[in-house]
Every structure is written in C-alpha cells, then in structure tokens.
C-alpha cells in the first residue's frame, strides 16, 4: 500500500523592517543634503538650471539607494554596511554645507574689503605749502574728481566741511585735477586712494609721492 504523500510547507521569508539606527541615519542623510543644497543656493555659483538638474538626479540615487538598502539588505552584515554609508554620506554632506557657508562668508568679507577700498579718499596737499591740519584750509580750494568715486569723494567732502570752511572745485580727472594742485590753483586735493599709483607713474607727477 502506497504511503500518503505529505505536502511540503512552504518556508515564509519574514522581512526584518528597518531599524530605528537605520530610520535615523536615512533621515540625517537627507537633512543634510538638503542643507548643503540651501548653501549651494546661497554661494550662488552654479546656474540654476544645473544646480536644479543635480539635485534632483542625487536625490533620487539616495532614494534609490534607501529603497534597495530596506528591501535586500538583510544579513547584518549588508545592512551595518548600508547604514555605514549613510552615515558617511550625512558626514560629507554636513561638511559640504559648512565649507560652502565659510566660503560664501569669504567672498562677503572680500566685497565688504573692495567696497571699503573703492570709498577710501584722502586730502592730499603740497609740502611746501605747509598745510598740516584741516584747519589749515579755511577759505581755501580744494580740487575733487566726483567721476572717480561718488560715493567716497561725498563722503570725503561732508566730512572735511564739517571741520573748515572750502571752496570746492572739480576736475574731469585725477591728473588735471593733481595739475591744478601743482598750479596753486587750489591747496590741496581730495582724491581716491587707488589713483595715487597712476598718478606716481604719469610723467610730469614721479615725484608726488614725496611732494605731497
């Protein structure tokens, strides 16, 4: 007599859900890609269309990436390994964030440099007309040239009327302006730091850095 075939019970693969380390370090990864995005946007370096196209494409490799970590992943060692990668990748991106942010701090400070540069005057008179103080120009010309630097040359002026009383006279450039200074035609004269340069190296002018 023939024995009953037993039937075979099918062995069920439980699925391990994921853990809270690994919930957490999915989570971290994507805050802090999204802040180092917040400081790609801010330096403002790339164009928007890129920056736009790259985001999008790493965002959805780290989805990707979670989605086949939660669901193949299932020996411990596979999945130590995926939530060491995470976690690599929060790193770099928190770190990203922070060099962009310092970079960007940078590029401030050296706007807020080259601003202070470009509205940096001086009142620069003759030696030999022995102008030592501001007040030694009460009821004298001073020569300007308002296209070199507005903003520093109305500064510059607001700040000296308001120790002596000038005249002001303007000139169309540094040079007839320094000229004018040479001719007696006014007593000293109220010019942008970054023209002393050229006017040292303009013949005729070589030796005004020790005449004024």
């Known amino acids: 007599m023939a024995e009953p075939v037993r039937k075979q ?6 699925r391990r859900r994921p853990g809270l380390l690994s919930i957490v370090a ?8 999204g802040l180092f995005v917040l400081a790609l946007v801010q330096i403002d370096l790339l164009p928007s269309h890129i920056l736009l196209t790259g985001v999008v494409i790493l965002a959805v490799s780290l989805l990707i990436y979670v989605i086949l ?3 193949f992943a299932r020996k411990t060692a596979a999945r130590v390994i995926c939530w060491l990668v995470a976690v690599a990748l929060a790193c770099g991106f928190f770190v990203g964030a922070d060099y962009l942010k310092k970079t960007d701090e940078v590029f401030d400070n050296v706007t807020n440099l080259t601003d202070r540069i470009a509205n ?13 103080n501001v007040s030694d120009l009460n009821g004298k010309t001073v020569g300007t040239v308002p296209e070199a630097d507005p903003e520093g040359i109305a500064k510059g002026l607001q700040e000296l009327q308001s120790k002596a009383s000038v005249s002001v006279q303007d000139y169309p450039d ?3 302006c320094v000229q004018a200074l040479y001719d007696g ?3 000293a004269v109220l010019i942008p730091d970054n023209t002393r340069q050229i006017i040292h190296e303009t013949e005729g002018f070589f030796e005004f850095q020790t005449d004024s």
């Open 9 to 14: 019970k099918k062995k069920t693969v439980r």
């Open 26 to 33: 999915v989570l971290a990864m994507f805050v802090c890609l």
């Open 69 to 71: 970590w939660f669901k």
């Open 120 to 132: 940096t005057v001086s009142l620069v008179g003759l030696k030999k007309d022995n102008i030592d």
């Open 174 to 176: 540094v040079i007839s």
């Open 185 to 187: 035609e006014v007593q």
